[in-house]
């Protein structure tokens, strides 16, 4: 019986590695998946996924020969070629079913056998063989998406390279929400662009969204949609109790996550497949794994599950489904790796080890000139094998992420975690799906530390590596990683940075578990909590010291400003006066050449023996004085002003006035003569200032 066992897992390998070897598919979950919906009949699933012509599989020829019939009839020994080609290939699909079923191959016909060499069962076939010409093109990958928005759920099917914003298109005809008013929510990813291309994603199959317009107020109408909007922003707690483990998980998930997202968190923390799980207590109304936690009719706040796994005699009784959950889970993670032995499939061949069909694209490329590119295109693939739950790798040099978590205030440091990954290690495939990628694992690493990952699987990397450790770590981080073989890997150091030197803490290998990796994180952590406490309140005591130094120069500054301001405004006011004085004497200067000037202009005084009519004029100032001269009665006002002027009493500033009856001599016409103004022979006047 075991040698029996051991022939039919060869025979399945056999079988897996032509099955790869012809269409192409690298995802050794999918190809186990399609194998087994086809109860290992290599023919029957090979047409299940290269294009047909009359139920066998399209031959490179015939195409050929369809082309050539546009352009004419074939000749005759075109037309012979192709019949010997279709039976050859006829032939070999035959010997390679016959093989897959454990027989002995059929003898070629003398035909076959003349007009072909010998070849193998996969090569004689294979449409991606590099001797055929014809390239079969495989089927656009199509996304399912079940959108909720209030009371509605809209089912949609795209194509993986459709964008995000015609998702939203779409859903503005079916909802009649305008594209500028909704948000497309649920994204493994976070907050995505109109402009992101799903591929560039890496979504499952199967995915869950929901709409939110928070600029379209409800009406009363639609109060349940907007109870299902707070629903999806509510937090459940599923308390989830394992009966094989006898133990009890508290769970806290957001409305919005689903219900194929809770089962591959238990399956990170049970180790029980998505596919293996049995589950009790979800409500009736719970029917599909992709609904959201806030329409499956769980009991907020908290509702009970259990789960186990479920037993082999389930698995025989139910194939259909348990194939239908394989699918799914190798559309959305490939989480199921560890299950494939169950299928025969070698553990070399499982983790990239076997035949050069199977090899995974690198994980970084080889001699990258940038270091942030190599890092990108390592972020890159890590989430297309391993999905996108993982630690938030630093895109930069080692350089920088070596600044960012030792270089910044005390409170913001954080530790270095430093993975290596190896694709030759055999145990690099479950510690990135089962470590690496497990939600407790990925939380903690996000919040404590700055996690940058490089791939030493070519030499050159590797080289590349020693060197920056040799740099940033010194030479005895260097020597210790050359000391680690191959099948050691991957390795994630811990580092913490210090005042003089940066410290290697831990060297946690491949074949850690989650609970030895979980426990070495936090002995490092607390570790360096202890060292950070330290830092913290040193840089307190030196800001303090600082702040008194900064308070103390701040005053000073204050007092020479106050200093410069009172220096100012005393230089101001004594410019200020200087300007005043220098007007009032340019004023007085003024005013002094105009009574000059004015004084010359004068008539002399007459003498009373002149025998002219003479008017005596007595005039007082308002300091008391008087003033005394004669006049010709024939003299004009403008001549009794000009004198008064002389004196220092200008006419715009002061009026003329008679004692009795009181007149303003200063309004009559300066024209007219002291005769007309009545001012003969003498006169009494003063001066008085004008208002």
């Not at 016409?669 to 003969?680: C, I, N, Q, V």
Request: charged share 25%; net charge negative; with cysteine.
């Amino acid at each position: 019986m075991a040698s029996e066992s051991g022939e039919s897992n060869m025979d399945r390998e056999m079988i897996l590695a032509d099955f790869q070897a012809c269409t192409g598919i690298d995802n050794i979950a999918e190809a186990i998946t399609l194998l087994e919906l086809n109860n290992w009949d290599l023919v029957a699933a090979i047409n299940g996924v290269i294009p047909q012509e009359n139920g066998i599989l399209q031959s490179n020829f015939s195409s050929e020969s369809s082309q050539a019939n546009m352009f004419g009839p074939p000749s005759q020994s075109e037309a012979a070629d192709a019949a010997t080609a279709s039976t050859a290939a006829a032939a070999a699909a035959a010997a390679a079913a016959a093989a897959a079923a454990g027989g002995a191959a059929p003898p070629p016909s003398s035909s076959s056998s003349s007009s072909s060499p010998p070849s193998s069962s996969a090569s004689a076939f294979c449409p991606f063989n590099s001797s055929s010409r014809h390239i079969v093109e495989r089927q656009p990958r199509m996304l399912n998406f079940k959108v909720e928005y209030r009371q509605r759920t809209v089912d949609l099917v795209l194509e993986e390279g459709s964008t995000v914003g015609e998702i939203k298109k779409i859903l503005e005809t079916e909802l009649g929400v305008p594209v500028s008013k909704m948000q497309l929510k649920g994204w493994k990813s976070g907050e995505v662009s109109d402009s992101t291309v799903t591929r560039s994603l890496h979504l499952p199959k199967n995915n869950s969204l929901y709409v939110l317009t928070p600029d379209i107020a409800p009406t009363a109408s639609t109060s349940k949609d907007s109870a299902l909007e707070d629903s999806l922003n509510q937090n459940f707690l599923l308390i989830i109790s394992h009966s094989e483990a006898q133990r009890d998980y508290s769970l806290n998930f957001p409305g919005s996550r689903t219900i194929q997202e809770v089962k591959r968190n238990i399956s990170d923390l049970t180790n029980i497949p998505v596919r293996h799980q049995q589950w009790e207590g979800w409500p009736a109304s719970a029917t599909d794994d992709s609904m959201t936690l806030a329409v499956s009719g769980i009991s907020y706040p908290c509702h009970h599950l259990s789960v186990c796994r479920r037993s082999s005699t389930a698995n025989t009784q139910e194939p259909t489904e348990e194939c239908a959950d394989v699918h799914m889970i190798s559309d959305s993670e490939g989480d199921d790796f560890e299950d494939a032995s169950e299928f025969g499939v070698d553990d070399s061949e499982m983790f990239g080890m076997g035949s050069s069909t199977c090899r995974k694209t690198p994980m970084m490329p080889e001699n990258s000139e940038n270091e942030a590119d190599a890092l990108l295109h390592f972020t890159a693939e890590f989430s297309s094998r391993y999905g996108e739950t993982h630690p938030m790798f630093f895109i930069g040099s080692l350089e920088a992420a070596s600044q960012e978590a030792f270089y910044g205030k005390a409170r913001d440091r954080k530790l270095l975690a430093i993975y290596l990954h190896n694709d030759d290690s055999v145990l690099s495939n479950v510690f990135c799906s089962q470590m690496m990628c497990a939600d407790s694992i990925v939380s903690y690493l996000s919040q404590n530390f700055i996690t940058w990952a490089w791939d030493v699987t070519k030499d050159a990397n590797k080289a590349r590596l020693l060197t920056m450790c040799t740099r940033h770590f010194g030479s005895v981080v260097t020597q210790t990683i050359r000391t680690y073989k191959t099948d050691q890997f991957p390795l994630l150091l811990v580092v913490m940075g210090k005042r003089t030197s940066n410290e290697v803490l831990h060297v946690i290998q491949g074949n850690s578990t989650v609970d030895e990796l979980m426990m070495r994180l936090m002995g490092a952590m607390e570790i360096f909590t202890a060292q950070q406490q330290e830092d913290i309140k040193d840089e307190d005591e030196r800001e303090a010291r600082e702040m008194v130094k900064r308070e103390q120069d701040e005053a000073y500054q204050l007092s020479l400003e106050a200093d410069r301001k009172k220096r100012e405004a005393q230089e101001r006011e004594e410019a200020e006066q200087i300007r005043l004085e220098q007007m009032r004497k340019e004023e007085e200067d003024e005013k002094e050449a105009i009574r000059l000037s004015l004084e010359k202009t004068l008539p002399p005084e007459p003498i009373d023996e002149s025998g002219e009519q003479i008017s005596k004029l007595r005039i007082r100032t308002p300091s008391g004085e008087f003033l005394e001269r004669r006049f010709l009665g024939s003299c004009r006002l403008q001549v009794l002003f000009d004198f008064v002027a002389s004196k220092g009493y200008p006419f715009d500033g002061f009026k003329l006035l008679t004692t009795f009856p009181r007149r303003n001599i200063t309004q009559l016409e300066p024209g007219s003569t002291l005769l007309e103004a009545k001012l003969f022979p003498q006169e009494t006047l003063f001066l008085e200032a004008k208002e």
